[in-house]
T-cell receptor
Framework: DTGVSQNPRHKITKRGQNVTFRCDPI?????LYWYRQTLGQGPEFLTY????????KSRLLSDRFSAERPKGSFSTLEIQRTEQGDSAMYLC????????????FGPGTRLTVL | QKEVEQDPGPLSVPEGAIVSLNCTYS??????FMWYRQYSRKGPELLMY????GNKEDGRFTAQVDKSSKYISLFIRDSQPSDSATYLC???????????FGRGTSLIVHP
């Protein structure tokens, strides 16, 4: 499968715990994006990388959130001291840097904070 | 007022109907317009991608952009039960990499 993959697909955690999600983009794509989606809403942008450089962060990305893309391939999104309001679908997308920048999404990681 | 407005539905139609899904927007700088399909508990799938005004057709799907009215549409011909999903519009400015999404319209096509 050459699409975007995300792991885990589901994560249930208790409030206050740390969680980490992984995204593997389409291999030739050098841009990678993280979004959050809550029920009944469209995806909201969190952050994006071009290769290993994190170029933009949304104000939604509080200090408890950190993202990395150490070698310009896969990326991780960590949430520290989770809160119930963090419960959402976390989506990863990737794109080429040329052309129209069409973004292709992964299946998402559904986080439930109890 | 949100930058992108989309009626959440649900929109229920019989199989074979022509479906019209719409979004309005307020930012006149938007130049790229996209439609995504999202099945329940899955990631969005890119259906159509258009630049500026005009129509684009792909199989049973037609995307239409009217920048003068700040209004975009997605038409689905001969709708099938497998088209039942949430349809998200998204749009972005020319110099931006980050699209703004609508909240999605839930479509139900019943046999």
């Amino acid at each position: 499968d050459t699409g975007v993959s995300q792991n885990p697909r589901h994560k249930i955690t208790k409030r206050g715990q740390n969680v980490t999600f992984r995204c593997d983009p389409i291999s030739e794509h050098n841009r990678l994006y993280w979004y959050r989606q809550t029920l009944g809403q469209g995806p909201e942008f969190l952050t994006y990388f071009q290769n290993e450089a994190q170029l933009e962060k949304s104000r939604l990305l509080s200090d408890r959130f950190s993202a990395e893309r150490p070698k310009g391939s896969f990326s991780t999104l960590e949430i520290q001291r989770t809160e119930q309001g963090d419960s959402a679908m976390y989506l990863c997308a990737s794109s080429l840097w040329t052309g129209g920048n069409e973004q292709f999404f992964g299946p998402g990681t559904r986080l439930t904070v109890l | 007022q949100k930058e992108v407005e989309q009626d959440p539905g649900p929109l229920s139609v019989p199989e074979g109907a022509i479906v019209s899904l719409n979004c309005t927007y307020s930012n006149s700088a938007f130049q790229y317009f996209m439609w995504y399909r999202q099945y329940s508990r899955k990631g969005p799938e890119l259906l159509m991608y258009t630049y500026s005004s005009g129509n684009k057709e792909d199989g049973r799907f037609t995307a239409q952009v009217d920048k003068s009215s700040k209004y975009i549409s997605l038409f689905i011909r001969d709708s099938q039960p497998s088209d039942s999903a949430t349809y998200l519009c998204a749009m972005k400015e020319g110099g931006s990499y980050i699209p703004t999404f609508g909240r999605g319209t839930s479509l139900i096509v019943h046999p």
